[in-house]
Nanobody, 121 residues
Framework: QVQLVESGGGLVQAGGSLRLACAASGSIFSINRMGWYRQAPGKQRELVAAITSSGSTNYADFVKGRFTISMDNAKNTVYLQMNSLKPEDTAVYYC???????????????WGQGTQVTVSS
């Protein structure tokens, strides 16, 4: 099995910063892509940012210039540096990984349990 464990969420004032981390462990040959999603109450889960193992990134428009995603391939860990936080960034943030469990085998998506980010005004 594969487990994703997020950390780094919490309560911060508007304009502040937080750094989220997500570590993957278990039956992993390689991780092709990792990403951060978020879900606010009453809203659908949405992509925040994603990164491939080669370092290509993409961001949702609403976080461009404020958030930075990075990945440590050796540690199977992805990070999300969040700056200039706004109250509308309040949500549960989830990590997702696209995992290859054996060389040349199929890939599978796994999700973390989520970490709460609350931004006060």
């Amino acid at each position: 099995q594969v487990q994703l464990v997020e950390s780094g969420g919490g309560l911060v004032q508007a304009g502040g910063s937080l750094r989220l981390a997500c570590a993957a462990s278990g039956s992993i040959f390689s991780i092709n892509r990792m990403g951060w999603y978020r879900q606010a109450p009453g809203k659908q889960r949405e992509l925040v940012a994603a990164i491939t193992s080669s370092g290509s990134t993409n961001y949702a428009d609403f976080v461009k210039g404020r958030f930075t995603i990075s990945m440590d391939n050796a540690k199977n860990t992805v990070y999300l540096q969040m700056n200039s936080l706004k109250p509308e960034d309040t949500a549960v943030y989830y990590c997702k990984a696209l995992v290859e469990k054996v060389t040349g085998g199929p890939t599978f998506n796994y999700w973390g349990q989520g970490t709460q980010v609350t931004v006060s005004s």
